[in-house]
Nanobody
């Protein structure tokens, strides 16, 4: 099971950008589909973005389409979430998640699909 560590969170103003990183301690990172989720205060954790282990396909929740980009560098065991045009409603703890899979063409949007999670990184957007 991969160990995941997120970084890159912080406090920024509306309209700014942030890039989150998640590094996995596994030799088999190439075989993990990856995802980003977030949890705002008083709300349930929700899907944000996901990527296949090959990086060939990605998926996003509607509220971040066109603003967020998920990518990965398998040589660095790292997945990224580039966030632009940030809004106060993007404020949340952001978690990365990993799912081992033999399917190179699938990404996963349900949190129940993932078996490894990072500790989370706080993102706060001020208006």
């Amino acid at each position: 099971q991969a160990q995941l560590v997120e970084s890159g969170g912080g406090v920024v103003q509306a309209g700014d950008s942030l890039r989150l990183s998640c590094t996995a301690s596994t030799r088999a990172f190439l075989l993990y589909a990856m995802g980003w989720f977030r949890q705002a205060p008083g709300k349930e954790r929700e899907f944000v973005a996901a990527i296949t282990w090959s990086g060939s396909d990605t998926g996003y929740t509607d509220s971040v389409k066109g603003r967020f980009t998920i990518s990965r560098d398998n040589t660095k065991n790292t997945v990224y979430l580039q966030m632009t045009s940030l809004k106060p409603e993007d404020t949340a703890v952001y978690y990365c998640a990993a799912k081992p899979t033999s399917d190179r063409n699938s990404y996963f949007t349900s949190e129940h699909s993932y078996n490894a999670w990072g500790q989370g990184t706080q993102v706060t957007i001020s208006s």
